[in-house]
């Protein structure tokens, strides 16, 4: 009888402290630390493929749906060749979690690229880092992309516009 008593009371226990746990957590995330802890892993992750300095001036949201990066640029060699006043994203942090692949949407708003000549190709072959093969990766699934005052701008010889025939 005393038994129940106590499992009735580590049971109770353990969901409060489990709930509290998650709230404490939730609060962490949101807070200005939080987010410029999260800005900075952001910062990191991008910082292993691409070639470059990937920075991004805030970020709000939160991050079980979806983030909003603000002031996100990218420079390659020195030279700005990416920029965005903000970036959407929304995703399940629960299928992230479980391995999933599929972002739900992403918007950007008043992209800008720069692309160039570099080794008589688009400049853009040089922005990601090579990796070695790894084998067959699963697909990324990508539902709906938004360009919101989108702009290219590019600055080539005329061979990199013309195509090649093989």
Do not use: C
């Not at 983030?67 to 020195?78: I, K």
């Not at 290219?152 to 025939?165: G, I, M, T, Y």
């Amino acid at each position: 009888m005393r038994w129940r008593l106590w499992l009735k009371r580590l049971t109770v226990g353990s969901t409060v402290l489990a709930v509290l746990l998650v709230l404490a957590v939730m609060l962490v995330i949101r807070s200005e630390w939080g987010r410029g802890e999260v800005r900075g892993l952001i910062e990191s992750q991008a910082g292993k493929f691409l070639d470059g300095t990937f920075k991004v001036q805030g970020i709000s949201g939160s991050l079980i749906g979806g983030v909003t990066l603000r002031g996100v640029v990218f420079e390659h060699a020195g030279k700005p060749t990416f920029s965005a006043k903000q970036i959407d994203v929304e995703y399940s942090a629960w299928s992230l979690a479980r391995g999933g692949r599929k972002i739900n949407f992403i918007r950007f708003t008043d992209l800008v690229i720069y692309i160039g000549e570099s080794k008589g190709r688009w400049s853009w072959n040089d922005w990601i880092k090579p990796r070695p093969p790894s084998g067959p990766q699963a697909p990324f699934d990508l539902a709906r992309i938004e360009l919101v005052n989108a702009r290219v701008l590019a600055n080539a010889r005329e061979s990199v516009w013309q195509f090649r025939r093989k």
